[in-house]
């Protein structure tokens, strides 16, 4: 049989929601991942240190027994938050990184920013102490076509940005088309860009395979395939600017199959399957774990995971759904097969 060992893979961009529904989700992250970035998009968000160290309370009590998981915790960039917060942020020791969604691009993003020049005090603040700013990369406004926003947001926001805060990290989340990976990997060094499962496996097509498919529905919305393979190359690549973030973003079965269902796919049961499937199709396996385990820690200049993990290349059924809660979610490629399995 085949097998593939590597470090133990750490997810650079992970919802883990709160309460009972967060006890479920988290012993997916937690029998695959090391660690993970936290979204702090609860309700109401988590805009401050003393808030997030609460919500790493909350997830460390909720760890299956016996794990070692650990969650990197963030900030919610609000137009209130303050350079005192940063600093405040740095110094817990446990916050890693801010982040940053326009108001109304996403679920629970209405605290959100609604002008970048608004919040540049703080962004100054998380310059001087090499804070990252994550970036949910995509304008809001309604005029630009929704499979534009991306790439509209770098020109318009990102370029600037970089232009004038030169010492600022900054991860571009979820890059979804060939203009985001052309720029990250032509960018300087300090800008880097996660990339989730669904955008390397499928296209825009899959939202419409047959009928309305609202499991594939995320935000940024899926792409065309010209810009797939654009992040597949990035991704399989083995660049140090590109590395792994599910953005596994669970949400209640029926709360998705709904005349106005939420964006977010469920991609946390699966995931270190579903990338190894991208990198044996695109002949770069051995890249699997420079993605996966090492250039997002070298990124947060993090050690890198002396743990192993072996996969091996064998079927497995995915459940049609998994408990959250009171409720169920339905994961990625529910009731089809993943073609590698983690040991
Ligand atoms: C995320 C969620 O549900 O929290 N949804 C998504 O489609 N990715 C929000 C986000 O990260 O944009
Ligand atoms: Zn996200």
């Excluded at 760890?63 to 960039?77: A, E, H, K, R």
Aim: proline share 7%; charged share 20%; aromatic share 8%.
């Amino acid at each position: 049989m085949q097998t593939l060992t590597l470090a133990r893979p750490d997810d650079m961009h992970l919802h883990l929601r709160d309460g009972a529904q967060m006890k479920h989700v988290l012993q997916d992250s937690a029998r695959q991942f090391a660690r993970a970035i936290i979204m702090p998009n609860l309700k109401p968000p988590v805009a401050t240190t003393t808030q997030a160290l609460a919500y790493r309370d909350r997830i460390l009590k909720s760890l299956p027994g016996g794990s070692d998981f650990q969650p990197l915790m963030t900030l919610y960039l609000t137009e209130k938050t303050g350079p005192a917060e940063i600093i405040q942020a740095k110094q817990s020791g446990h916050v890693y990184a801010v982040k940053y969604y326009p108001a109304g691009a996403t679920t629970h993003s209405e605290s959100g920013v609604i002008k970048m020049e608004n919040v540049y005090p703080v962004l100054e603040a998380m310059e001087e102490q090499q804070l990252p700013l994550l970036l949910h990369g995509e304008v809001t406004d309604p005029d630009i076509d929704i499979f534009d926003r991306e790439a509209v947001f770098i020109d318009r926001i990102l370029a600037p940005l970089i232009k004038r805060f030169k010492n600022l990290r900054i991860v571009l989340e979820h890059v979804t088309t060939k203009q985001a990976t052309d720029f990250v990997k032509n960018g300087p060094e300090n800008l880097a860009a996660t990339i989730t499962p669904q955008h390397l496996l499928l296209n825009r097509n899959a939202l419409f395979a047959g009928g309305l498919r609202p499991h594939h529905y995320c935000m940024p919305v899926l792409k065309a395939e010209e810009h797939r393979q654009a992040v597949v190359a990035a991704a399989i690549s083995g660049h140090p600017c590109f590395f792994l973030g599910t953005d596994s973003a669970p949400h209640a079965k029926h709360d998705k199959e709904s005349a106005c269902g939420c964006a977010g796919i469920y991609s946390a049961h699966n995931a270190i399957e579903l990338y190894a499937e991208v990198f044996e199709a695109g002949g770069r396996l051995e890249k699997l774990e420079a993605f996966a385990s090492h250039n997002g820690a070298d990124f947060y200049g993090l050690p890198r995971n002396k743990e192993k993990v072996t996969l091996e290349k064998k079927d497995w059924p995915v459940p049609l759904t998994l408990p959250f809660g009171e409720y169920t979610v339905v994961p990625f490629r529910a009731g089809e097969p993943c073609h590698w399995k983690l040991k």
